[in-house]
């Protein structure tokens, strides 16, 4: 059964440090979602892009946080510099264009110290 | 604007109980709606999903209902077993173009043998 793949699973980092986190969607969704799971909420859409073209940053804050998928395949989300709020999971998910259900990967937990 | 809420954790019960738990949402539109399913440490999975009203979403003795008229999408088990322990996500969207999914904010279930 395809999965989407994400790394690192953990990432333990200083505050004002770089991080960067990645996702390979499954094979043919064009869609691809990043979102920010704080601990004991629901996650919370942060980028989501059809393509290699971002449809919805909203609530990415652009400061710190960029994202991208260059290929249209892949993608990748960096946060610089860290700041302690950060902590949380980052989950990654895709999906077939136009169509509801999303699959998510196991997810990127993210500690800053 | 939209908005899910569910039922506060934890729900704790003994195996074999039957299980309930609450969701309703706030919708401008007619969304599908969906339950999540997180085990500790995991991503989310899709556990099931209903797209129109009076649609009834089933899966590994899951199910629930999409009532229009009380905006509710209630979880139910009929026996519930201790692998049954996880935090349990409603959510809604649209799909199309701008496909985010708007959770709830998760309810611990934890189950005694």
């Known amino acids: 059964e395809a999965e989407v793949a994400q790394s690192p699973r953990y990432k333990i980092t200083e505050k004002s440090q770089a991080v960067a986190f990645w996702c390979d969607p499954i094979?043919?969704?064009?869609?691809l979602y990043w979102y920010r799971q704080i601990l004991g909420q629901g996650p919370e859409l942060l980028v989501q892009?059809?393509?290699?073209?971002?449809?919805?940053d909203s609530q990415l804050p652009k400061d710190r946080f960029s994202a991208e998928r260059l290929k249209g395949v892949d993608s990748t989300l960096k946060i610089q510099p860290a700041e302690l709020g950060d902590s949380a999971m980052y989950l990654c998910?895709?999906?077939?264009?136009?169509?509801?259900?999303?699959?998510f990967g196991p997810g990127t937990r993210l500690l800053v110290l | 604007g939209d908005s899910v809420t569910q039922m506060e954790g934890p729900v704790t019960l003994s195996e074999e109980a039957f299980l309930t738990i609450n969701c309703t949402y706030t919708?401008?539109?007619?969304?599908?709606l969906f339950w999540y399913v997180q085990y500790p440490g995991e991503g989310l999975q899709l556990l099931l999903k209903?797209?129109?009203?009076?649609d009834k979403g089933s899966n590994k003795g899951f199910e629930a209902t999409y009532r229009k008229e009380t905006t509710s999408f209630h979880l139910e088990k009929g026996s519930v077993q201790v692998s049954d322990s996880a935090v349990y996500f409603c959510?809604?969207?649209?799909?199309?173009?701008?496909?985010?999914?708007?959770f709830g904010t998760g309810t611990l279930l934890a189950v005694q043998p």
């Open positions: 998910a895709s999906s077939l264009v136009d169509r509801e259900t999303q699959y």
């Open positions: 094979s043919g969704h064009a869609t």
């Open positions: 892009f059809q393509d290699e073209s971002v449809v919805d």
């Open positions: 919708a401008t539109g007619y969304p599908s």
């Open positions: 209903a797209t129109k009203a009076d």
């Open positions: 959510a809604l969207n649209y799909g199309g173009a701008t496909n985010k999914l708007i």
